[in-house]
């Protein structure tokens, strides 16, 4: 079974300029996730999908981040303007489902290092 | 979701067993008790989890609390291979919330 798949693996910006990230989960997952993971941190959740809708974005700064997942697959997460701070693994993960009652495993794509100059 | 305590850092001889605490003390009735692992330059990987009783899978076990305050990841044999950052996450049954973890250092 193919993981989730992540790219670009590395990119390096300078600030004020704007950068996309693309996620493509395990085929039939329902949820996708997207993770800020700072160094030395764990992994913060930015974002949360079912299907092409959004379940959680409160720790999304919407002056900046955007996200989407047309068609219910395929994810991208774009920063305009980055900042300094921005700089962090960003990490995509998907999941069968989503639900309060029932918890689903979730699988981790490898990130995207991202460093702000 | 409640707060999680757990040592920054182990150490383990491999071939042995490892046994990772967390504490949980503010956990509610419905809070699942999630273990993610992340080895370097990996995304993290779903250990095992669990809600009141005891689990088992092919990577380990999960000992639960009688009172849920407290979990204790076991590696029943640890390898070079499981060196890794442990994170124990207490909340509910979709959403993680990270904290630090503790890094397993495992030597020969």
């Known amino acids: 079974e193919a993981g989730v798949a992540q790219s670009p693996r590395y990119k390096i910006i300078e600030k004020r300029q704007s950068v996309a990230f693309w996620c493509n989960p395990i085929?039939?997952?329902?949820?996708l996730y997207w993770y800020q993971q700072i160094l030395g941190q764990g992994p913060k959740l930015l974002i949360q999908?079912?299907?092409?809708?959004?379940?959680?974005d409160s720790q999304l700064p919407k002056d900046r981040f955007s996200a989407e997942r047309l068609k219910g697959v395929d994810s991208t997460l774009k920063i305009q303007p980055a900042k300094l701070e921005d700089s962090a693994v960003y990490l995509c993960?998907?999941?069968?489902?989503?639900?309060?009652?029932?918890?689903?495993?979730?699988?981790f794509g490898p990130g995207t290092r991202l460093t702000v100059t | 979701d409640a707060k999680t305590t757990q040592p920054n850092s182990m150490e383990s001889n491999e071939e042995e067993p490892v046994h990772l605490p967390c504490n949980h003390s503010?956990?509610?009735?419905?809070?699942?008790i999630h273990w993610y692992r992340q080895l370097p330059s990996q995304g993290p990987e779903y250990v095992i989890h669990?809600?009141?009783s005891n689990v088992n899978n092919r990577m380990a076990s999960l000992a639960i609390a009688e009172d849920r305050k407290s979990s204790t990841l076991i590696l029943h044999r640890a390898t070079l291979r499981d060196a890794a950052v442990y994170y124990c996450?207490?909340?509910?049954?979709?959403?993680?919330?990270f904290g630090t973890g503790t890094r397993l250092q495992v030597t020969l």
């Open positions: 993960a998907s999941s069968l489902g989503w639900g309060t009652s029932v918890a689903y495993e979730q699988y």
């Open positions: 085929s039939g997952h329902a949820t």
């Open positions: 999908f079912q299907n092409n809708g959004v379940v959680d």
């Open positions: 503010t956990i509610s009735g419905t809070d699942y």
């Open positions: 669990g809600l009141t």
């Open positions: 996450i207490a909340g509910t049954a979709s959403k993680l919330t």
